[in-house]
């Protein structure tokens, strides 16, 4: 029997023009530090509103747009769309107000299996990925773990995102991925079976369009 999960009503942080405004200044400050201007364009409004609309946790738009606020967050898409600026954005914006319900650790796919190749207790660095609420930024870039003295090569992420998969059933733990893999290629690189459990753990998010990388 999978645990019951503490029920704390879900309601948005504030009103919908709120977030979105707080959000755009965020953006707006970020890219300048970058001497860059924030672009708003038809590649990428209507995933900045949903993002925001998801972030501010609005229930209303759980419905419409048959997002869940319980999953976790996939956004794929091409190169350089803006993907993980967006949620650098929120990860400021949490520390900034101080908002917990927007914070969350990331890490680079390459960087965790970086540390699965260093460690000597691979186990360990399963297990700590495994737990919690995480960001894995560009899935799909990363190496095949070594682990030679076990099974040879191994795609630690396969390990990894079914452990959260049964700590999303069980706990409601939340895992977000930036990627530029297709849900063709997800499946042909990481299997079946996870590529099927995706669906039930993420709200799928394109941005796509061209590189904004200058
Ligand atoms: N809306 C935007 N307006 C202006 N610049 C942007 C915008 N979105 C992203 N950029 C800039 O484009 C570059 C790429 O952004 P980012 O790294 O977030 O892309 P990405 O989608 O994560 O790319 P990749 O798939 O290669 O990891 C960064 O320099 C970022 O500052
Ligand atoms: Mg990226």
Same mark, same amino acid.
């Given at each position: 029997?999978?645990? !019951?999960?503490?029920?704390?009503?879900?309601?948005?942080?504030?009103?919908?023009?709120?977030?979105?405004?707080?959000?755009?200044?965020?953006?707006?400050k970020f890219y300048?530090? =970058?001497?860059?201007?924030? #672009?708003?364009?038809?590649?990428?409004?209507?995933?900045? #509103?949903?993002?925001?609309?998801?972030? =501010?946790?609005?229930?209303?738009?759980?419905?419409?747009?048959?997002?869940?606020?319980? !999953?976790?967050?996939?956004?794929?898409? %091409?190169? #350089?769309?803006?993907?993980?600026?967006?949620?650098?954005?929120?990860? =400021?914006?949490?520390?900034?107000?101080?908002? !917990?319900?927007?914070?969350?650790?990331?890490?680079?796919?390459?960087?965790?299996?970086?540390?699965?190749?260093?460690?000597k207790n691979k186990?360990?660095?399963?297990?700590?990925?495994?737990? #919690?609420?995480?960001?894995?930024?560009?899935?799909? %870039?990363?190496?095949?773990?070594? =682990?030679?003295?076990?099974?040879? !090569?191994?795609?630690?992420?396969?390990?990894?995102?079914?452990?959260?998969?049964?700590?999303?059933?069980?706990?409601?733990?939340?895992?977000?991925?930036?990627?530029?893999?297709?849900?063709?290629?997800?499946?042909?690189?990481?299997?079946?079976?996870?590529?099927?459990?995706?669906?039930?753990?993420?709200?799928?998010?394109?941005?796509?369009?061209?590189?904004?990388?200058?």
């Amino acid at each position: 029997m999978p645990l !019951k999960r503490k029920k704390e009503p879900v309601t948005p942080l504030c009103s919908p023009e709120l977030f979105k405004k707080v959000f755009f200044k965020a953006a707006q400050k970020f890219y300048a530090e =970058n001497d860059l201007d924030f #672009g708003v364009d038809i590649d990428n409004k209507n995933f900045l #509103g949903h993002f925001c609309r998801y972030w =501010n946790r609005e229930t209303a738009f759980e419905m419409m747009e048959n997002i869940s606020l319980k !999953k976790g967050l996939l956004v794929f898409g %091409s190169y #350089g769309t803006g993907k993980t600026t967006s949620f650098r954005i929120i990860q =400021n914006l949490a520390k900034h107000y101080g908002v !917990k319900e927007l914070w969350f650790p990331s890490i680079s796919a390459q960087e965790v299996v970086d540390r699965f190749n260093m460690e000597k207790n691979k186990e360990d660095v399963i297990r700590d990925y495994s737990k #919690g609420t995480f960001l894995f930024d560009d899935l799909g %870039s990363e190496t095949a773990g070594n =682990n030679i003295y076990q099974y040879g !090569k191994e795609d630690v992420f396969v390990r990894i995102l079914l452990n959260r998969y049964r700590n999303f059933e069980n706990l409601g733990t939340k895992t977000h991925i930036t990627t530029n893999l297709s849900q063709k290629q997800i499946e042909e690189r990481y299997g079946k079976q996870l590529a099927d459990r995706f669906v039930e753990m993420f709200n799928l998010l394109k941005l796509d369009g061209p590189s904004r990388r200058k």
